[in-house]
Structures are given as structure tokens and as C-alpha cells.
């Protein structure tokens, strides 16, 4: 009786350890493949070679900072969909790198969801290669996190890049004497753009969902002027990038500038 009972025991610890044993094999190869960049998708082999180029263009990616990205885990062809060690690489249908800066619907569905019914989402699906990508305003391989406030901050600072690039005349003519001007000399409190134009939702000043439609716009303005009317936001709003649409009309204004280039208009 008391040796069944022994057996038993021994049976039973035998048998959790062997089942601690084979979580602790899985659990090791799952650290490994998430503690960098499994080296079965074996892109580095080439890619981290400084000198890689092609056509003038660097193709060289820095394995550190890709490690230390929001990204580090994430395999180089989950964005490089259809890519392989193999060489010449596939011809992917369309431009692969900006199926690469579109990729990231795959795991983002909830910003994905949004962006595809935006202006630049839509255009973007329509294939206007012009339009904002994912990529395009995020970038690719050093992505951080905007969890951590001073990337946020970054972030905030940077739209002369992130939008400007694309919108170079909305960046400049934004110069209103309260908001653009504040906003350029990097007073805090001013809004960059997407806190007015909203950024994976971004529509048209036409369409009634926009936060800058006729219907909406005091709305806008409310979250920092609170207590703003239609009659605040249809006064003043105009202005928010008045100045370029003053150019724009008036053809003295605009050669008047010209011979005052320097000024910060
Ligand atoms: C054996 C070396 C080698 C390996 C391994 C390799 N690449 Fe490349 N890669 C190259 C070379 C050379 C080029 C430039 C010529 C070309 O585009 O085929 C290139 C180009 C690229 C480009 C630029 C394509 C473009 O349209 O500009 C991307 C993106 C890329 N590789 C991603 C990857 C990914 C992702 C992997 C892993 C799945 C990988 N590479 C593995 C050598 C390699
Ligand atoms: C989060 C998505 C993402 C991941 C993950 C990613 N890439 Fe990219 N990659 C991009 C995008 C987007 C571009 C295109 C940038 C552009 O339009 O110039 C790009 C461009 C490239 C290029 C072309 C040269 C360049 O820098 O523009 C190479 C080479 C490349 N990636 C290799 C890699 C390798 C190797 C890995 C893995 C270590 C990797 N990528 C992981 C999104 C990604
Ligand atoms: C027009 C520029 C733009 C485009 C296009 C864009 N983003 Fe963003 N994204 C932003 C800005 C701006 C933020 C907010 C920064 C902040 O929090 O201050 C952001 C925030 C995020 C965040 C953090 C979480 C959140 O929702 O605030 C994720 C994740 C993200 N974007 C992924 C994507 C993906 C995936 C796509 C494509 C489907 C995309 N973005 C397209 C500008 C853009
Ligand atoms: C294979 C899945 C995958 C792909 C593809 C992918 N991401 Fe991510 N992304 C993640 C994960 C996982 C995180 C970290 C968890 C989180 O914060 O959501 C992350 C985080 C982020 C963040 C930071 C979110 C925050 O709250 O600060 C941004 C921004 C982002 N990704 C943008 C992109 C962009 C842009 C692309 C395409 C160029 C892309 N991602 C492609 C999985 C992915
Ligand atoms: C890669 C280029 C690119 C970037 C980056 C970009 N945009 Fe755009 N944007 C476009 C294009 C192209 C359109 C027009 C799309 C279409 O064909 O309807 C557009 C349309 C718009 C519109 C609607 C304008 C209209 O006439 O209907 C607004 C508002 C806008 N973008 C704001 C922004 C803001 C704010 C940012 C930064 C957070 C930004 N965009 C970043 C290319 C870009
Ligand atoms: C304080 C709020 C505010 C900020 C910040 C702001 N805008 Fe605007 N934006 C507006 C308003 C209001 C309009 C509509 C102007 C009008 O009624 O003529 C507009 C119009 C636009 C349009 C044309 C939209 C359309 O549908 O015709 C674009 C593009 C644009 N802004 C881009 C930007 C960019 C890029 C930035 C950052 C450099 C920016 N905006 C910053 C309020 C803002
Ligand atoms: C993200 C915050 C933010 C948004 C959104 C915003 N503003 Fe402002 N605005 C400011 C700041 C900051 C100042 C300067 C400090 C002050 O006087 O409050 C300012 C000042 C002003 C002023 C001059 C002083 C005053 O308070 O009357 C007017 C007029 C104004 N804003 C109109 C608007 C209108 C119209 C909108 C919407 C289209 C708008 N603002 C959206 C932040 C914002």
C-alpha cells in the first residue's frame, strides 16, 4: 500500500517536471525568436552591410537601433510581404517599398480602420502613390514609441516634416499671429496641426465628418477655447492659414512678398 503509494508520487512528480521541462524548451524558443530578429528571416546576412546599395540608394538597415524600435520583434518581411533571402529578390506587384509603408494594416487594424476611409487613406487605396502612406508620416525601420512622452514630444514638434513635406504651402501659410507663428518659435501650448485636423482621420473641409467643416469647426476650436460659437471659429478660423490664401488672390501681395523673402511671413 504504502510503496503504490510512493510509486504514485514519483509518477506524478516525474511527469511535471517533464511537462515544466518541455514549457521551459517552448518558452526558450519563443524568447529567442522574440529577443531580436529570428535569424531565420536571415535579411541581415546582407542588410546590415553598410556598403549595400543599389542605384545610389543605401539599402543598409542599423540592427541596433531596429532592436531598440517599437518594431524589434517584428520580422522584416511581416512589412516586406513576399520578400525572401533569396536573390534577386521577388518583383512584388506594385512598388514594394510602398506596399512595405501600407503593410502595417495587418496588425494596426483599429488605426487601419480609420485611415481607410480618410482622404489620404482613400486616395492612398486608390493607388495615388502622392497620398500619406502609414510609412510616410511614421517612417520605417526606427519607429518609437508614442507612449513615451518625449518621443511624443518629438513628434508634436516635427510637423513641418511629417505634413510639410507634403503640404508645403499649408506649412507656410500656417502663420497666424496666435497659432503658426507661436507654433514655429515651438510655444507649447500651440496647436500643431493634427490637433486641429485630427491625423489617421484627416478629411476635407467639405466633408460634414471633418473637424474643420462649417458644421464642426467651433467644436475644434472649443477644446482649447472653451465656450467658442460658430461666430468665433467662422471669424477667425479664415486666417488660421489666411495669410497663403491672401497670396494666393492677390497677385500684388504675392510679388510684394517675393521682394521680401527673407521676412518670416
Ligand atoms: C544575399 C543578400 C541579401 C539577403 C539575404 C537579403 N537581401 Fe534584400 N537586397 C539585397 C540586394 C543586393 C538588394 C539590391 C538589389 C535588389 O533589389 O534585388 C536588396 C534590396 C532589398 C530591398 C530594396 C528593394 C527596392 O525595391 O528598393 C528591400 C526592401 C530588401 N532588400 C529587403 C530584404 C528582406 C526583407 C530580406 C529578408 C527576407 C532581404 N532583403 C534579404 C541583398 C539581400
Ligand atoms: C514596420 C515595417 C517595416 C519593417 C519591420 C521593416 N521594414 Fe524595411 N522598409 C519599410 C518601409 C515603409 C520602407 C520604405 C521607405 C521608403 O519609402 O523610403 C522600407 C525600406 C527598406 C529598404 C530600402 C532602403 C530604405 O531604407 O529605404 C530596405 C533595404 C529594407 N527596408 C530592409 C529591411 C530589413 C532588412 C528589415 C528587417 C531588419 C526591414 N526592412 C524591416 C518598412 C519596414
Ligand atoms: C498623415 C499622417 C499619418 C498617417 C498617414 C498615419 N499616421 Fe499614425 N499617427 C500620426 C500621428 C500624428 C499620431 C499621433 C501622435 C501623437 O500621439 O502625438 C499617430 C499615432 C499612431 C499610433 C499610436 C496610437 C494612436 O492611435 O495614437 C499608431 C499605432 C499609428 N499611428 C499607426 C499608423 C498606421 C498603422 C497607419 C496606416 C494605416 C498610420 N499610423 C497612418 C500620423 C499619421
Ligand atoms: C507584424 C505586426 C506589425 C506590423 C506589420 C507593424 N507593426 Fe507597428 N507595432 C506592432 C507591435 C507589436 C507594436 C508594439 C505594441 C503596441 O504598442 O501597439 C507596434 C507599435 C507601433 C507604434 C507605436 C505605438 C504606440 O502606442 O506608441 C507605431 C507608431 C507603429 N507600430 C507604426 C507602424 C507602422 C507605421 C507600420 C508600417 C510601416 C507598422 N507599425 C507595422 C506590430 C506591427
Ligand atoms: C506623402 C504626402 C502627404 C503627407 C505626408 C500628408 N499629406 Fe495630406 N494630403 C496629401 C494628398 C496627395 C492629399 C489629397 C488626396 C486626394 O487626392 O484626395 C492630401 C489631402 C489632405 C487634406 C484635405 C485637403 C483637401 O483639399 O481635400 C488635408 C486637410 C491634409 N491632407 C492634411 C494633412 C496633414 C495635417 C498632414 C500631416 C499630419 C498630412 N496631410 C500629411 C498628401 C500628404
Ligand atoms: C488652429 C487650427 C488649425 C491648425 C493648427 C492647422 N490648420 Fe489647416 N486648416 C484649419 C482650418 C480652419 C482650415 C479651413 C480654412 C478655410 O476655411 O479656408 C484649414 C485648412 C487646411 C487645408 C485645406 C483643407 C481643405 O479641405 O481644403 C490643409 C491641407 C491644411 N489645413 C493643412 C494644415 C497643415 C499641414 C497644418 C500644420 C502645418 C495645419 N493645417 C494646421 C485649421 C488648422
Ligand atoms: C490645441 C489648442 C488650440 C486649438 C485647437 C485652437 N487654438 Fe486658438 N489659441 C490657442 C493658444 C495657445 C492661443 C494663445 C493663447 C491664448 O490667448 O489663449 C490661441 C489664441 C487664439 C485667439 C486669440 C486670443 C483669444 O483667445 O481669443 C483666437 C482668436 C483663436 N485662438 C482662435 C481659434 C480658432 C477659431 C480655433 C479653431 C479653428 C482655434 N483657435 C483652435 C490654442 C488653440
Known sequence: MRKTSIFISLLISLSLIFVLFSCGVVFAQESSYYGGINPSDGCMTCHSDKDLEANGKSLYIDEEAYKKSVHGNVLCSECHLGFTISLPHPEVKGDSLRVASLACKDCHKDVYSEYKNSVHGKAALMGKVNSASCGDCH??????????????????????????????????????????????????????????????????????????????????CEECHPG??????????????????????????????????????
Open 228 to 265: 467658442s460659437t460658430k461666430g468665433f471659429a467662422d471669424g477667425y478660423g479664415p486666417s488660421i492659414h489666411g495669410l497663403q490664401e491672401g497670396f494666393e488672390v492677390n497677385a500684388v501681395l504675392k510679388w510684394f512678398r517675393g521682394l521680401f523673402s527673407w521676412f518670416p511671413w
Open 139 to 220: 517612417g520605417d525601420h526606427y519607429i518609437k514609441s508614442l507612449k513615451n512622452e518625449e518621443v511624443k514630444d518629438e513628434f508634436w514638434a516635427n510637423a513641418e516634416k511629417i505634413c510639410g513635406e507634403c503640404h508645403q504651402d499649408y506649412w507656410e501659410n500656417y502663420g497666424d499671429y496666435y497659432h503658426g507663428q507661436a507654433y514655429k518659435v515651438g510655444f507649447k501650448k500651440a496647436p500643431t496641426c493634427w490637433q486641429c485636423h485630427d491625423y489617421h482621420n484627416i478629411l476635407s473641409k467639405d466633408n460634414p465628418n471633418s473637424r474643420i467643416s462649417d458644421e464642426n469647426l467651433y467644436k475644434t
